[in-house]
């Protein structure tokens, strides 16, 4: 069974302090990984995409892979209370459809 | 409108009910997407259409039917469902085969369903 594997939180992080999120997922032959952003009662909306080892930087956001560790992190600097939030981890292991296997989520305070 | 839109955005439904669940997403995408989404377990993938063709289909109770009639519209046909089966019903829609590895899937704001 393809799975996706979230810490499901409360991470709790001061106001201006670096939030860490991490992702781990069981199919060597995943492509490419997204992280969600879902405020309570909210859909998820897309905060970046990352398919090649290393960092990828969006603003405040850096999402890090290491495939070889099957191992995603999106690092949120600068965190604002406005973060809070639940923070998925979504993987496309390229089957037909494109289809997506979702985390559980890990659910982030930003205390102010 | 623009994005991914669902209506109605909230149902209530008896056990005896039929009701359908529509998504419409206005940007010219090929690919659309039913999930749902229950209290603390991750979003369930429940259906996909690429190119209006059925590629997926989770194990759903026949009790959930879905129809695509074009590219732009995905229905969630719904009759004698059981009050397990009230959660967020998510449509999403993507590039779908055109979109490779970096094929992103933007939400619609979802449908809250409660079966009484």
């Known amino acids: 069974q393809k799975e996706v594997e979230q810490n499901s939180g409360p991470l709790s992080v001061p106001e201006g302090a670096i939030a860490s999120l991490n992702c781990t997922y069981s199919d060597r032959g995943s492509q490419s990984f997204f992280w969600y952003r879902q405020y309570s009662g909210k859909s998820p909306e897309l905060i970046m995409f990352?398919?090649?080892?290393g960092d990828k930087e969006d603003g405040r956001f850096t999402a890090q892979l290491n495939k070889a560790s099957q191992y995603v992190s999106l690092l949120i600097r600068d965190s604002q209370p406005s973060d809070s939030a639940t923070y998925l981890c979504?993987?496309?292991?390229?089957?037909?459809?494109?289809?997506?296997?979702f985390g559980g989520g890990t659910r982030l305070m930003v205390k102010p | 409108e623009t994005g991914v839109t669902q209506t109605p955005r909230h149902l209530v439904m008896g056990m005896t009910n039929k009701k359908s669940l529509k998504c419409e997403q206005h940007l010219g995408h090929n690919a659309m997407y039913w999930y749902k989404q229950s209290a603390k377990k991750p979003l369930e993938l429940m259906f996909v259409?690429?190119?209006?063709?059925?590629?997926e289909n989770n194990s759903v109770p026949s009790r959930f039917s879905p129809e695509c009639p074009n590219s732009s519209h995905l229905f969630l046909h719904l009759h004698t469902l059981q009050p397990e089966d009230s959660a967020l019903y998510l449509c999403?829609?993507?590039?779908?085969?055109?979109?490779?590895?970096?094929?992103?899937?933007?939400f619609g704001p979802g449908t809250r369903l409660t079966v009484l």
């Open positions: 990352i398919y090649s080892n």
């Open positions: 979504a993987v496309n292991i390229g089957n037909a459809g494109n289809m997506l296997t």
């Open positions: 259409y690429s190119l209006e063709e059925r590629v």
């Open positions: 999403a829609s993507s590039q779908g085969p055109y979109g490779g590895r970096t094929d992103t899937q933007y």
